[in-house]
């Protein structure tokens, strides 16, 4: 996630204990470095991710090939092991420490 806390898709300025982890692809790339970004509340529960911008914003940042890439990605998905767990957390460790004094 971002060390400026802005949001992804609406560029508002958020303070680490009211950013969320935001998804292009949910539940299979969650701890994906191309697919999470830093989102609002409003962004990513209210508008459900915000996904038309999202996409957008992922095109522009990755190039055209991303949406199509973390599609088959996703699919392709099969779970963690114990080494690929380890180094998620080695990996983003530091914001849930951040988040676990809130």
């Known amino acids: 996630m971002e060390e400026n806390f802005i949001c992804y898709t609406c560029d508002k300025k958020l303070d680490v204990y009211s950013s969320e ?5 949910h539940g299979r790339l969650d701890f ?3 697919n999470i ?10 508008l459900h991710g915000h996904l038309g911008e999202y996409a957008n914003r992922l095109i522009k940042q990755y190039g055209l090939g991303i949406i199509d890439e973390l ?3 996703a699919n392709q998905h099969k779970g963690y092991k114990v080494p690929e767990l380890e180094e998620i957390y080695n990996n983003f460790g530091e914001y849930g420490r951040v988040n676990e004094k809130s």
């Open 21 to 25: 982890a935001g998804h292009f692809k």
């Open 71 to 73: 599609t088959l990605r």
């Open 32 to 34: 994906d470095r191309q």
């Open 37 to 46: 970004h830093c989102q609002c509340v409003r962004c990513n529960k209210y």
